[in-house]
């Protein structure tokens, strides 16, 4: 209700996601796609980035719809190697904030620019 309310009468200046916590169902990635990553590229080369992020326990669900799915790895060669196995086939992040995702796109470039596809 509140999120609702907010997205109706909060005359948000930009646009927002709001995730209501006794709605959502949680993702995580299996501990068999997260072991082959290891495997793949070194098991201090990738980490899952739930394990990364600190949060309240009380956040616990929205940390991992967010963040539930999706490898980080230490260098673009890695993130396209583990984003790209058929046994992971998972969204994958370069610390350096460069996304590879299996379901067909590709992020990256300067960090100061932001340019979407539609």
């Not at 739930?50 to 490898?71: H, I, N, Q, W």
């Amino acid at each position: 209700v509140t999120g609702k309310k907010l997205l109706e009468k909060g005359e948000l200046k930009r646009r927002y996601t709001i995730i209501p916590l006794n709605k959502i169902s949680a993702r995580t990635l299996n501990d068999s796609v997260v072991n082959t990553a290891k495997s793949l590229v070194g098991e201090k080369n990738v980490h899952t980035a739930l394990s990364l992020v600190g949060y309240e326990a009380d956040l616990r669900k929205a940390m991992e719809y967010v963040f539930g799915s999706t490898l980080v790895c230490d260098t673009l060669d890695n993130a396209k190697r583990v984003a790209f196995d058929k046994r992971v086939m998972t969204k994958t992040v370069t610390l350096g904030g460069d996304v590879f995702d299996p379901q067909g796109t590709l992020s990256g470039g300067d960090t100061h620019t932001h340019t979407q596809l539609c």
